[in-house]
């Protein structure tokens, strides 16, 4: 499969596929879309970033009864960013189709999501939690789910949520057809898959701790003095002038710090960490993907699980703790084949896990070169020309007395 005109789609999938400017398909789209359409379930051992979200989608909009206005397709995500990101691919996916698609997750109004169960709709993408939580309300059937998604299954595993996927699968008829996709197969995995799927076929094409793919450029400045960091930052941003950055700080009061300096500057910079409400994440990454906003400053939060593309540059501010964390970060620029661009400020006392990650990943970063700011320097002191008596310590002021009334 070359191209999507070869999967013979219909003219409404296809005619978004060209706006979303999709020309070849990614591996994971070129594997799974055939098995999909020959109903197969289908493991995929894939990262975010590499096209699994078009690759059901597709499959979903060319098998949905658009005249039955009820649940037919259930996607289970671990976080509600990505819930929302989910949402709002397959919605532009499937923009020339009457789809119905809603989001259910923790921190939204739940009349909102009732009011949208009662309009009818084709896909529910959703959290485990408010998942389960509608499902013993009784106000969310699964009757006529035909296709069961979990995306990111160990991240789910991670959060505690073994148990509410093994519910909500219990919740759905056995004769569905089941995706799932996660980026590592720990044992708890495998057994649900082998519990709740019928025969699936394995398909690996990356892995969370593989290397950072070659097409993005990885450099690092060495810096002497920790006060130069900022200044670095800064020359960096200068110079490069990029137009989609994201940020990474080690804390949150850190992240926020920056993101006023930024600012102060005049940068299009916010920031994104988990002391933030859920409305405001949720306003911050919609003005970021418009372009509203330069620049992304954030913690380890948004350094997986949120699918933004055409991030052109990555900055670790602070150095991330090990080689994982350095590829969930740096991976959220070279999406889809681009090119992209990776920048890592260390001190000397960093050096030596900076080469740990190098090792680890099989990389090897660019020096940049960095010249510290020139800073004033304190003039010595005079000596005095005469001799001062020491006569013992000064005394303070003697304070005027005073009455307080308890």
Not at 31 to 44: C, H, T
Not at 63 to 74: A, H, I
Not at 142 to 159: P, Y
Not at 305 to 310: F, H, N, P, V
């Amino acid at each position: 499969m070359a191209k999507f005109e070869d999967l013979q789609l219909s003219e409404s999938v296809m005619k978004a596929v060209r706006d979303m400017k999709f020309e070849s398909p990614t591996p994971i789209q070129e594997q799974a879309i055939p098995l999909l359409f020959q109903g197969e379930d289908i493991i995929g051992q894939a990262k975010t970033g590499t096209g699994k979200t078009a690759a059901f989608g597709i499959f979903i909009l060319e098998g949905l009864d658009y005249e039955l206005r009820k649940p037919q397709v259930l996607i289970l995500t671990p976080t509600r960013e990505l819930c929302m990101q989910v949402r709002d691919e397959v919605a532009r996916l499937g923009k020339y189709t009457p789809l119905k698609i809603v989001a259910v997750y923790g921190g939204q109004e739940i009349e909102k999501q009732l009011r949208a169960f009662r309009e009818g709709v084709h896909v529910v993408v959703g959290t485990p939690g408010r998942v389960i939580d509608h499902l013993k309300r009784g106000t969310l059937s699964f009757a006529d789910v035909g296709l069961v998604v979990i995306d990111e299954a160990d991240r789910m595993l991670d959060m505690g949520f073994i148990d509410d996927m093994e519910f909500i699968l219990a919740n759905t008829p056995k004769e569905r057809q089941t995706l799932l996709f996660s980026a590592t197969m720990p044992d708890e995995i495998k057994h649900l898959a082998e519990k709740y799927m019928h025969g699936p076929q394995h398909l690996k094409v990356s892995e969370d701790e593989t290397p950072v793919v070659t097409h993005i450029q990885q450099d690092f400045i060495a810096i002497d003095d920790p006060r130069d960091r900022l200044y670095a930052l800064l020359k960096y941003l200068q110079d490069e002038k990029p137009s989609h950055t994201m940020i990474f700080c080690r804390t949150k009061f850190g992240a926020d710090k920056l993101g006023i300096i930024l600012r102060d500057r005049s940068f299009r910079a916010e920031c994104l960490h988990g002391d933030m409400t859920q409305n405001k994440r949720d306003s911050v990454m919609k003005r970021f993907r418009a372009g509203e906003i330069d620049i992304l400053v954030a913690t380890d939060l948004a350094a997986r699980g949120l699918d933004i593309s055409d991030v052109s540059h990555v900055v670790n501010y602070n150095i991330p703790e090990d080689h994982i964390a350095y590829t969930h970060r740096v991976g959220r620029t070279g999406r889809m084949g681009k090119a992209g661009s990776a920048l890592t400020l260390v001190t000397k006392e960093e050096m030596g896990k900076l080469g740990d990650i190098e090792r680890a990943l099989s990389v090897r970063m660019k020096e940049r070169k960095h010249e510290a700011p020139e800073r004033q320097t304190r003039p010595p002191m005079h000596k005095h020309t005469h001799e001062r008596k020491f006569e013992g310590p000064r005394k303070f002021r003697t304070a005027v007395p005073h009455t307080y009334n308890l």
